[in-house]
């Protein structure tokens, strides 16, 4: 089956500018925002749909995180990169950043630093997912200084090596 026709694959680098097309204007609003998404195949074990929602997900924690930022020029980035065995995705701010302790609490279920009534399942959503993919989600962050958080899929198998996308 083709990356598009099985829905527990998608093709990483498509999927991406596809998504940052649809949110790169409210992006926007609240931040200087940079994609950075090499245009080759990177095609990674989880669908199309999952892989948008996480994504979506962390850019709009990004969003909210740099918000409240008015000591320099709010950035939101998305990268994009393929190594050997790992595709890599990685959405960074420079917004308020986490403690230690909300940082080891982040992935808990129902964990928030939001408003009350707000659920806190983004990232333990996102977590979920990469992990069913065989991958894994690591977030580095500092208070004042921002938050990147790293999404490591393994390749699909039968995946290497991808012919090369056409446009």
Do not use: W
Request: net charge negative; proline share 7%; charged share 20%.
């Amino acid at each position: 089956l083709t990356s598009q026709g099985d829905p527990g694959v998608c093709e990483m680098s498509r999927t991406l500018v596809e998504l940052t097309t649809y949110v790169h204007k409210e992006v926007e609003i609240a931040a200087d925002f940079e994609a950075d998404i090499p245009n080759e195949p990177c095609v990674v074990g989880i669908s199309r749909v999952r892989a948008v929602e996480v994504v979506a997900s962390l850019l709009n924690n990004a969003v909210l995180a740099v918000e409240s930022v008015m000591t320099r020029r709010p950035r939101v980035c998305l990268r994009l990169t393929k190594e050997t065995d790992m595709v890599v995705v990685e959405v960074s701010d420079n917004g308020v950043g986490m403690t230690p302790d909300v940082r080891r609490q982040a992935l808990n279920p129902f964990f928030t630093t939001r408003r009350p009534g707000a659920l806190g399942m983004g990232l333990t959503f996102a977590a979920m997912n990469v992990r069913r993919a065989g991958g894994e989600i690591l977030i580095d962050s500092e208070v004042d200084v921002g938050t990147s958080v790293r999404l490591f899929f393994p390749h699909a198998a039968g995946s290497a090596p991808p012919p090369a996308m056409k446009n």
